[in-house]
T-cell receptor, first 114, second 112 residues
Framework: DAGVIQSPRHEVTEMGQEVTLRCKPI?????LFWYRQTMMRGLELLIY????????DSGMPEDRFSAKMPNASFSTLKIQPSEPRDSAVYFC????????????FGPGTRLTVL | QQQVKQSPQSLIVQKGGISIINCAYE??????FPWYQQFPGKGPALLIA?????SEKKEGRFTISFNKSAKQFSLHIMDSQPGDSATYFC???????????FGTGTRLTIIP
């Protein structure tokens, strides 16, 4: 079975550019989570969706960040404009219907903003 | 507001020894406490989890001890092996469709 798929795996961009990270959750999962991991702040939940609807976006740092889930098999996290402090590893995770107890993480996207 | 506090930040244990990582939580509504294991370059993966109706759960060399009155739980790795070297995160949630709140992580290194 394919796990959570994220693309790209690595992204290097310059400050001010738009960055779009993509995620395909595991088929049949209806909750999707975006996390950011840094050495300083650890693993932070940015936003999570249930049945394609954003449930909690309190972790989204600021208006430069936006996330969408147009259907059950695809989500994007966009940063516009990007800043050096956005450099981190971004993870997408998904879970089965009715529970977020077990979350399956993707391999992550390592973002570097120069 | 850090709702789950994890310690230590890093830990070095000799092969064959016992690794112990501790977590404390504040929200008494939490009723699910998982541990995730993350290897370099990979995403975290569920290792073991416990609910507060039991004080201990064991799976192979991994044991969670849970103290409801103290609002603390810990991960014990018996007979630690070099392959256990990873970052470990504790977490907590209210269950159902509630989000997980993660601790800050412990980088565990097992030396020969």
């Amino acid at each position: 079975d394919a796990g959570v798929i994220q693309s790209p795996r690595h992204e290097v961009t310059e400050m001010g550019q738009e960055v779009t990270l993509r995620c395909k959750p595991i088929s049949g999962h209806n909750s999707l989570f975006w996390y950011r991991q840094t050495m300083m702040r650890g693993l932070e939940l940015l936003i999570y969706f249930n049945n394609n609807v954003p449930i909690d976006d309190s972790g989204m740092p600021e208006d430069r960040f936006s996330a969408k889930m147009p259907n059950a098999s695809f989500s994007t996290l966009k940063i516009q404009p990007s800043e050096p402090r956005d450099s981190a590893v971004y993870f997408c995770a998904s879970s089965l219907p009715g529970t977020t107890d077990t979350q399956y993480f993707g391999p992550g996207t390592r973002l570097t903003v120069l | 507001q850090q709702q789950v506090k994890q310690s230590p930040q890093s830990l070095i244990v000799q092969k064959g020894g016992i690794s112990i990582i501790n977590c404390a939580y504040e929200n008494t509504a939490f009723d699910y406490f998982p541990w995730y294991q993350q290897f370099p370059g990979k995403g975290p993966a569920l290792l073991i989890a416990i609910r507060p109706d039991v004080s201990e759960k064991k799976e192979g060399r991994f044991t969670i001890s849970f103290n409801k009155s103290a609002k603390q739980f810990s991960l014990h790795i018996m007979d630690s092996q070099p392959g256990d070297s990873a970052t470990y995160f504790c977490a907590a949630s209210k269950g159902g469709n509630e989000k997980l709140t993660f601790g800050t992580g412990t980088r565990l290194t097992i030396i020969p």
